[in-house]
């Protein structure tokens, strides 16, 4: 297996930049020092690129090794590339079962529900969406938002089920997940698990951010005076939480 040392040929990584799924990718990459070519694409226009490598949602990776369309099996294979001090996962098992039951608890719970509450504040605000779906994708895509954007606004109302009833779930399940993980920062750890950064502080800092909004986070966020006044109030409740605090560590430490 090729270790991170010798890693020479870029990864192609396949994204819609906004997306905090391929903000775990990217995440992983840079602290595995790995080099990688992002490749951004707008809605609906990533399924072009996907496809072909026969993937749908993004991130896609492809690597020598064949593409991984899925962002906890980029961080699988990444830590079987990396070296001993640089893993992702624990080599203890107990410890690394614990990092996956809490990956997969993001992953699965916390990812949708932030995006669906994020979603429904802003996906009637044409140039914040705008700004937010066109940065860094090619010319072509960027000039085809105002065409694709009412018909691809209807399809992430139905795809991701979002509604004011839903929204509101999605804020209450973000809360429950936040009070988790600040019970386990309570006795004092610098991590969630172990003594060492793992793949679930990267995925929940990650999946967490557009209910922290980091300022350090690469792709362009808004500021607050931008959002509608709730989204505001509750993101500034969120950062407020010894979760959200550790979602801001992370990223100041990962820029640091």
Known sequence: ??????????????????????????????????????????????????GRVGGKSTPVMITEAGAFTDSADILRYLDEIASD???????????????????????EQ??????????????DDYKFMQRRWCQGVPFI????????????????QRGFNITPE?????YEQIKSIFEQVS??????????VGDSFSAADLTFAALAAPAVLPPEHPMR????QELPSKMASEISTFRKTPAGAYVLRLYRDRNS
């Not at 270790?3 to 840079?30: D, G, M």
Request: charged residues 25%.
């Open 1 to 50: 297996m090729t270790n991170v040392s010798t890693q020479e040929k870029s990864f192609r990584l396949i994204t819609i930049p906004i997306s905090h799924y391929c903000e775990k990718a990217r995440w992983a990459l840079k602290k595995l020092q790995l080099p990688y070519v992002e490749e951004p694409h707008m809605p609906p226009f990533h399924r072009f690129a996907t």
């Open 85 to 107: 001090n640089a893993k992702l996962y624990p080599t203890n098992p107990e410890l690394r079962r614990q990092v996956e039951e809490l990956e997969d608890l993001f992953d």
């Open 110 to 123: 916390l990812g949708p529900a932030t995006r669906r509450w994020g979603y429904f504040y802003v996906m």
């Open 141 to 156: 895509e960027g000039a085809l938002f105002p065409v694709v954007f009412p018909w691809m606004r209807s399809v992430l």
């Open 166 to 170: 839903s929204a509101a779930q999605a």
């Open 183 to 192: 019970e386990l920062l309570s006795d004092g750890r610098t991590y969630l």
């Open 221 to 224: 966020r808004a500021n607050l």
